[in-house]
C-alpha cells in the first residue's frame, strides 16, 4: 500500500455542484495534513490545512478522519476556476524532517460549464 | 514581489552533460526545498536547506549535488544528467524550519528532458 493514496480522477463535475474526494495515508501517527492545488503546468500552491476539528475556508473544508486514516476536501459550489489537480500531503511528525513528507500524485478535477 | 525564481525554464541535455539549476527567493525565508515531479507520482524531494549553510538530503538525492549559496539562493546541480532525471523540478521555500517545515511557496518549474 502506498504512503499516501489518492484516486487519480479525473473527476469531472458541472458548474455548481458540489464535489468530495479523499486521500488516505498508512502511517497511523502521522500528525499535519495538507492540500495543496496544482493548475495544468503550473507550480503546486498551498490550498488549507487539514485540522482534527476541520477546516473551512470560503467554499472549501477539509476534514480529517483519524480512525479511518484519511483526509478529504469538499468543494461546495464549484467554479470552473476550481479545474485543477489537487494534492493530498501527510506530515508524519509535527517536527519531524522535511524528508518525511509525503505528497499524494494527485486527484484532477475538471469543472464544466 | 518575485517570490521564488527558478531558471531556467525549459532545457534539453545530452547524457553526461551537466547543469545546475538556479533558484532564489525574495521572502527572506529560511528553509529552501528542491522537489522533482514525474508522471503519475508525488512530488518528491530532492534536497532541503533548514538554513543558510546547511543541506540534508531527500527522498531520491543520488545523481544531484545542491549548494545553499546564501539566504536567498539555493541551487542544484546535475554533474551527470541521466535520462531517469528527465523531469519537472520545482524549487520552493517556506519561512521556518520546524513544527512542521511545509514548503509553503512554489517556483514556476523546470522542464528538464534528458536524451
Known amino acids: 500500500r502506498k504512503e499516501v493514496e489518492q484516486d487519480p480522477g479525473p473527476f469531472n463535475v458541472p458548474e455548481g455542484a458540489t464535489v468530495a474526494f479523499n486521500c488516505t495515508y498508512s502511517n497511523s501517527a502521522s500528525q499535519s495534513f495538507f492540500w495543496y492545488r496544482q493548475d495544468c503546468r503550473k507550480e503546486p500552491k498551498l490550498l488549507m490545512s487539514v485540522y482534527s476539528s476541520g477546516n473551512e475556508d470560503g467554499r472549501f473544508t477539509a476534514q480529517l478522519n483519524r480512525a479511518s486514516q484519511y483526509i478529504s476536501l469538499l468543494i461546495r459550489d464549484s467554479k470552473l476556476s476550481d479545474s485543477a489537480t489537487y494534492l493530498c500531503v501527510v506530515n508524519p511528525g509535527l517536527y519531524s524532517s522535511a524528508s518525511k513528507i509525503i505528497f499524494g500524485s494527485g486527484t484532477r478535477l475538471s469543472i464544466r460549464p | 514581489n518575485a517570490g521564488v525564481t527558478q531558471t531556467p525554464k525549459f532545457q534539453v541535455l545530452k547524457t553526461g552533460q551537466s547543469m545546475t539549476l538556479q533558484c532564489a527567493q525574495d521572502m527572506n525565508h529560511n528553509s529552501m526545498y528542491w522537489y522533482r515531479q514525474d508522471p503519475g507520482m508525488g512530488l518528491r524531494l530532492i534536497y532541503y536547506s533548514a538554513s543558510e549553510g546547511t543541506t540534508d538530503k531527500g527522498e531520491v538525492p543520488n545523481g544531484y549535488n545542491v549548494s545553499r549559496l546564501n539566504k536567498r539562493e539555493f541551487s542544484l546541480r546535475l554533474e551527470s544528467a541521466a535520462p531517469s532525471q528527465t523531469s519537472v523540478y520545482f524549487c520552493?521555500?517556506?519561512?521556518?524550519?520546524?513544527?512542521?517545515?511545509?514548503?509553503?511557496?512554489f517556483g514556476d518549474g523546470t522542464r528538464l528532458s534528458i536524451l
Open positions: 520552493a521555500s517556506s519561512e521556518s524550519a520546524g513544527a512542521p517545515p511545509m514548503p509553503q511557496h
